[in-house]
Every structure is written in C-alpha cells, then in structure tokens.
C-alpha cells in the first residue's frame, strides 16, 4: 500500500518532520507560503523554527489571532495559483474560520464549474497536550467527513507525518491536516528524499496479523501496535489498518482486512458517538456481514468536555488497556 524509501532516513520528531516537509516544498515551490501565529519564532509546538532565516517573512508571515481572516486569505490566494498553508494552533480554533473551511474552500471551486483549483492546507492539531483544556484538546477531524470538498489527512507517525504533508500541499484540492498533539515529541526515522510522498486516500498495513482487526489513525496507531505486542502473547494476532486520511476513506483497505480476519476493532482520538467510527463501522455491517464472527466495536474519547487536569483528561481517551480488553471480549465472544 506504501512505496519503498529510495534513499537515506533521518531521525526526527513528529513535529520536526512537519517542518521539514514545509521546508522541502518551499525550496521546491516558489508559490508554497507559510502563514499563522507566532511560526516566524517556531509556532506553538516549535515545528517551524528556522523557516524565516531561509525564507524570510515574505513567504513565512505572522498573522494576529484571527482565524476567518488566514483561512479567508488563504482561500483567496489560492484562488491565485498560490499554495498557501495557514497553521492554526489549534484544531478547536477551525470553528471560528468555519464559514471559510466548509463553505468556501470546500465549495467554490464546485460552484465555480471548475475554473480554479484550490490548492490550501490547514494545520490543525488536534487532541489533548497536557492539561490544555476544553477549548484546546478537540478532536474535531470527523468534520470534513460531513461536508464534501475536503480532504482530511490524520499522520500517526513521524514518517508519515512527513509524506503525507507533502502529498497534501502539492494536491489541486483543500486538504485539512490533523496532526495529533499527543506524538508532538515523538521520534522516528524520516525520508530524506524531497520525492518520497504517501498518496492521499491510501491506508497501511502498521501490522499484519489474522486473528482480528483494528482500524485506526493519528496516536491511537502506536497504541494499537504496543497493545499487539501484548496480545500476541495469548495468541491473538492483531492487523492494524492505519488510515492515515479519513478523507478520501481507503474502504477497500478496511474491507479487505475485516473478511481476512472476520473481525473489527475502530480505535479513534474523537468522540464516540458520530465520530469516524460510526461510518466505518456501517461500512463494515454493509459489506462485510457475513465475514463476521463477532459485532464491531468502537472505542472513542468520552463525550464531555475534555478536563484541564492531566490525570482526568488521560482517562478520557482509549488506552492500551482498552484495546487489549476489547481485544480479548471480541475474540472470546
């Protein structure tokens, strides 16, 4: 489902990569320009440090805290032939650009019959970062699966955090990009071949295996892999499907590892109740029923406001023990 790396790897962290994809398309792109709080210094979480000294702040430029107006540019300057990427700190803030990500860059160029491409990419990390709160621990990339004209992309590693950005600011279309915050610091080897890109709209295999499947994206995947290792142990050899874009949906990804395996596993950062996992596992019902040995389960962050307390928000998303527990339910049934 993945090309080979054709050249050498470089260690880096989840964010680093971000960066360096940013960076590797500018030098490549002339029209590609960076735009949002504070990234002339490194952003929020550090990841563009080091672009202005390169590129200076014509094409990496500080905006004050007003999300409709950079989404609004953006729609704007890509309309243009520019490539813009506007990062929002964020993904909670998306909703007060909401009007500009789901009517305009989703729509216009539909309503326009195609005269213009749209080519922007929104930052928009998602999830909680150590007690940051309600308003800045959102899950919120089931949105572009309500409202076409959106790609959305979920990275669940550095590598791929990489090829996966890349893909998305060099595609005609507005992908919205969903780096989750709990892998900020997380580390791992990277591409490093400016041409090594992961299609968008194509999942993985992060773990071949027969016994039962577990459909997954973003830091849940890594989650999903440590529970494997533990579940082997007694037997139960778990295939992980990382997504990696909820938008377009690799169903014949999902599809083909349920009727392998005849069992379904949904592990996602966002909410439950009508989160991805509800689409997937209709799509599962449809096309796999008579695979099935046991019913698909769904394992999602709780439906509260997510906690300022770091120990309470731990206890509001899917742990390695959740999975191993459902794991061991849905095979024992």
């Known amino acids: 489902m993945t090309t080979a790396i054709r050249s050498g790897t470089t260690v880096l962290s989840y964010e680093a990569a971000q960066g360096?994809?940013?960076?590797?398309?500018?030098?490549?792109?002339?029209?590609?320009?960076?735009?949002?709080q504070d990234i002339a210094s490194g952003?929020?979480?550090?990841?563009?440090?080091?672009?202005?000294?390169?590129?200076?702040?014509?094409?990496?430029?500080?905006?004050?805290?007003t999300e409709a107006f950079m989404v609004g540019a953006a729609a704007g300057a890509a309309m243009t032939g520019m490539r813009p990427i506007v990062q929002l700190g964020f993904a909670d803030f998306s909703l007060i650009a909401g009007d500009e990500i789901f009517q305009k860059l989703g729509k216009w160029r539909h309503m326009h019959g195609g005269q213009f491409e749209l080519p922007a990419v929104i930052i928009m990390p998602?999830?909680?970062?150590?007690g940051a709160g309600p308003e800045h621990s959102g899950s919120m990339e089931m949105l572009p699966m309500h409202f076409p004209g959106l790609k959305a992309v979920v990275p669940s590693s550095p590598a791929n955090a990489k090829a996966l950005l890349k893909a998305a600011i060099r595609d005609p279309n507005p992908v919205?990009?969903?780096?989750?915050?709990?892998?900020?610091?997380?580390?791992?080897?990277?591409?490093?071949?400016?041409?090594?890109?992961?299609?968008?709209?194509?999942?993985?295999?992060?773990?071949?295996?027969?016994t039962l499947t577990v459909i997954?994206?973003?830091?849940?995947?890594?989650?999903?892999?440590?529970a494997a290792t533990t579940l082997a142990a007694e037997g139960i050899d778990l295939e992980?499907?990382?997504?990696?874009?909820l938008v377009p949906l690799d169903r014949e990804a999902i599809i083909a590892s349920v009727t392998k395996t005849g069992r379904a596993m949904i592990v996602h950062e966002a909410p439950?109740?009508?989160?991805?996992?509800?689409?997937?596992?209709?799509?599962i019902q449809e096309r796999c029923f008579y695979w099935l040995q046991a019913p698909v389960a769904r394992l999602g962050s709780v439906d509260a406001p997510i906690p300022a307390s770091r120990f309470l928000e731990d206890h509001c998303f899917p742990s390695v023990s959740d999975i191993v527990e459902t794991a061991r339910h849905l095979v024992r049934d």
């Open 176 to 210: 919205l990009y969903y780096p989750s915050k709990q892998l900020n610091f997380k580390r791992g080897e990277v591409s490093t071949d400016p041409e090594y890109l992961l299609p968008l709209g194509t999942a993985t295999l992060a773990r071949e295996g027969t």
């Open 20 to 36: 360096a994809a940013i960076a590797e398309e500018m030098r490549r792109d002339p029209s590609v320009f960076l735009m949002g």
């Open 126 to 130: 998602i999830g909680p970062s150590g």
């Open 272 to 283: 439950r109740t009508a989160g991805p996992g509800a689409e997937i596992a209709a799509l």
């Open 216 to 226: 997954s994206y973003g830091c849940m995947v890594p989650r999903a892999l440590e």
């Open 240 to 245: 992980i499907v990382d997504l990696q874009t």
């Open 43 to 65: 952003g929020f979480f550090g990841g563009t440090r080091g672009l202005v000294e390169e590129f200076g702040l014509s094409r990496i430029r500080n905006t004050g805290i």
